[in-house]
C-alpha cells in the first residue's frame, strides 16, 4: 500500500465547476497535510494547509480533512482554465518522523476547459 | 523577499562526471530538503539538512549522492559518476522550523545525463 494515494485522473471539469481532489494516507501518525499545484516543467507551489478535522477555506479553495478515515480532499470552486495542473497532496509526519519529511502522492492531473 | 533560489536551473552532464547542485533556502529559513522528481514519477523525499547537519538521508542513494549545508553558503546536493536514471528534477525547499511548518520550494534543477 502507498503510503500517500491519489488518483491519477486526468481529471477534467468544465469551467466555472467544481473540481474535487481525494487524497488517502496510510500512517495514522501524520500530523500535516499540504495541497500543491505544479505546473509542468515548474515547481510545486503550495495551496493549503490542513492540520485539524474539519473544512478550511481560502478563497476558491477548501481542504476538507478526515483522519478517522484518513481522508483528505481539496475542493475548487468556480474552476479556470488556470486552475489545469497537477495537483500534489503531501503528508508531513508519514513513517513517524517528527519534522517537516513529506510525503507526496503522484499527483491528479486536473484539466479545466472553456 | 527573495523565495528559495536553485542554480544551475538546467545542467546537462555526460555519464560519469559530476553534478553539483545549489541551493539557497530564504531568508530567515535554516532548515533545507531536498526532493527528486523522475520523469512521470511523483516527488520523493531525499535529505533534510540544517545548518553543518544532515538529520536524515534515508532518501538517499546510498552510493553516487551526497548533500552538505555548511554553516556559509549554500546547501549542495553532489552527484558523483552521474548515470543515465540521474536525470530528473531536483527541488530544494526550506522551511523556517523542523516541525509542521510549510515548506517552500526552489524552482529546481533540471538534470540531464547524455
Known amino acids: 500500500q502507498k503510503e500517500v494515494e491519489q488518483n491519477s485522473g486526468p481529471l477534467s471539469v468544465p469551467e466555472g465547476a467544481i473540481a474535487s481532489l481525494n487524497c488517502t494516507y496510510s500512517?495514522?501518525?501524520?500530523?500535516?497535510f499540504f495541497w500543491y499545484r505544479q505546473y509542468s516543467g515548474k515547481s510545486p507551489e503550495l495551496i493549503m494547509f490542513i492540520y485539524s478535522n474539519g473544512d478550511k477555506e481560502d478563497g476558491r479553495f477548501t481542504a476538507q480533512l478526515n483522519k478517522a478515515s484518513q481522508y483528505v480532499s481539496l475542493l475548487i470552486r468556480d474552476s479556470q482554465p488556470s486552475d489545469s495542473a497537477t495537483y500534489l497532496c503531501?503528508?508531513?509526519?508519514?513513517?513517524?518522523?517528527?519534522?517537516?519529511?513529506?510525503?507526496f502522492g503522484q499527483g491528479t492531473i486536473l484539466t479545466v476547459h472553456p | 523577499n527573495a523565495g528559495v533560489m536553485q542554480n544551475p536551473r538546467h545542467l546537462v552532464r555526460r555519464r560519469g562526471q559530476e553534478a553539483r547542485l545549489r541551493c539557497s533556502p530564504m531568508?530567515?529559513?535554516?532548515?533545507v530538503y531536498w526532493y527528486r522528481q523522475l520523469p512521470e514519477e511523483g516527488l520523493k523525499f531525499m535529505v533534510y539538512l540544517q545548518k553543518e547537519n544532515i538529520i536524515d538521508e534515508s532518501g538517499m542513494p546510498k552510493e553516487r549522492f551526497s548533500a552538505e549545508f555548511p554553516k556559509e553558503g549554500p546547501s549542495i546536493l553532489r552527484i558523483q559518476q552521474v548515470v543515465r536514471g540521474d536525470s530528473a528534477a531536483y527541488f530544494c525547499?526550506?522551511?523556517?522550523?523542523?516541525?509542521?511548518?510549510?515548506?517552500?520550494f526552489g524552482p529546481g534543477t533540471r538534470l540531464t545525463v547524455l
Open positions: 500512517d495514522r501518525g501524520s500530523q500535516s
Open positions: 525547499a526550506s522551511s523556517r522550523s523542523e516541525s509542521t511548518d510549510t515548506q517552500y
Open positions: 503531501a503528508v508531513n509526519n508519514a513513517g513517524g518522523t517528527s519534522y517537516g519529511k513529506l510525503t
Open positions: 531568508k530567515g529559513h535554516s532548515h
